[in-house]
């Protein structure tokens, strides 16, 4: 079975202060893993994902997240965030069977 | 590619009522994923089709809820009657092949059951 917690469930912060979305996952079989963005009344969007090789992977709108093994963690970073990154931000592992399994997600607040 | 479509974006209808939401996939996707989302319980997947087969419909809340995959270009989630609880917003998405391949997400519907 697999499994995704998102340690925050709601994350403040000021604009252009740098921030961490915690991710945490199990699973008894190779992952692979997904950060997803919501902005409000909207679908969701892929922001990055972990398949294989290079543990720290880039996605679009400058964020970034790193995979450890070790410690079961996909955290999410950005050095530097804005007003527009405002929204909620989901977690998510699969195996080979392309069922998602996805975190409760951490609202990302931004304050000018 | 529009991307994957919905409709309708917003419905309300009153409890005990039937609720048909409808939902297009991208072009060429083998798998389709119907999900409900509310602020008590998140994103819960209620059912997933591969190549217009049901594969697992375990998230389904109970038997008011039913999903059908006609062709590869269409598939519907019905509730009858409604509840006040069903209210959520119900998300569709699909992907490209087994495994790790992204999910794309339509917009959503968002149902209030009055």
């Known amino acids: 079975a697999q499994s995704v917690t998102q340690l925050d469930s709601q994350v403040p912060v000021f604009e252009e202060a740098p921030v961490e979305l915690r991710c945490n996952y199990s699973s008894s079989v190779s992952v692979y893993l997904f950060w997803y963005v919501q902005y409000p009344n909207q679908g969701l969007q892929l922001l990055l994902k972990y398949l294989s090789g290079s543990t720290l992977v880039k996605g679009i709108n400058g964020f970034e997240a790193e995979f450890n093994k070790s410690q079961t963690s996909f955290h999410l970073r950005k050095p530097s965030v804005h007003i527009s990154d405002t929204a909620e931000y989901f977690c998510a592992v699969t195996g080979n069977f392309n069922k998602f399994y996805f975190g409760s997600g951490t609202k990302l607040n931004v304050k000018p | 590619d529009a991307g994957v479509i919905q409709s309708p974006r917003h419905e309300v209808t009153e409890m005990g009522q039937e609720v048909t939401l409808r ?53 519907t989630l ?37």
């Open chain 2, 23 to 75: 939902c297009k996939p991208i072009s060429g996707h083998d798998y389709l994923f119907w999900y409900r989302q509310t602020m008590m319980r998140g994103l819960e997947l209620l059912i997933y089709f591969n190549n217009n087969v049901p594969i697992d419909d375990s998230g389904m809340p109970e038997d008011r809820f039913s999903a059908k995959m006609p062709n590869a270009s269409f598939s």
């Open chain 2, 78 to 114: 019905k509730i009858q009657p409604s509840e006040p609880r069903d209210s959520a917003v119900y998300f569709c998405a699909s992907s490209f092949r087994v495994g790790p391949y992204e999910q794309y997400f339509g917009p959503g519907t968002r149902l209030t059951v009055t």
